[in-house]
């Protein structure tokens, strides 16, 4: 079975940084995508950053451009979320999330992601 881990959450003052990091074990795909998304509070889930199915990229939404990097690890089933400029808007639960071949206009999308991580908290103080 697909798991999705992901974790390195905390609590930074504005301006700070933070690494994400999550770990897919089980995948049955030879090409997948994996992305991070967040819920900031009164918010939806957004996508925030991802790969496609051919490992290109990365997609970043405009809330995030310039100060986050996402990247995979020499591992093929490891990403990471580089956060830096951190600002209390940026504040929420995290998910990464992984499923097989996603096409470019959807990688942001959530409802095309069946594998979740439980989410790890990041919050930001001003």
């Known amino acids: 079975a697909v798991r999705v881990e992901d974790s390195g959450g905390g609590s930074v003052q504005t301006g700070g940084s933070l690494r994400l990091v999550c770990v897919v074990s089980g995948m049955p795909w030879s090409e997948y995508s994996m992305a991070w998304f967040r819920r900031s509070p009164g918010k939806e889930r957004e996508g925030i950053a991802a790969?496609?199915?051919?490992?290109?990229?990365?997609y970043y939404a405009n809330s995030v451009q310039g100060r986050f990097t996402i990247s995979k690890g020499s591992a093929k089933n490891t990403l990471y979320l580089e956060m830096n400029s951190l600002k209390p808007e940026d504040t929420g639960m995290y998910y990464c999330?992984?499923?097989?071949?996603?096409?470019?206009?959807?990688?942001?999308?959530?409802?095309?992601?069946?594998?979740w991580g439980q989410g790890t908290q990041v919050t930001v103080s001003s």
């Open positions: 790969f496609d199915d051919d490992g290109q990229g990365p």
């Open positions: 999330a992984a499923d097989s071949a996603i096409k470019p206009a959807f990688v942001l999308k959530s409802y095309e992601y069946n594998y």
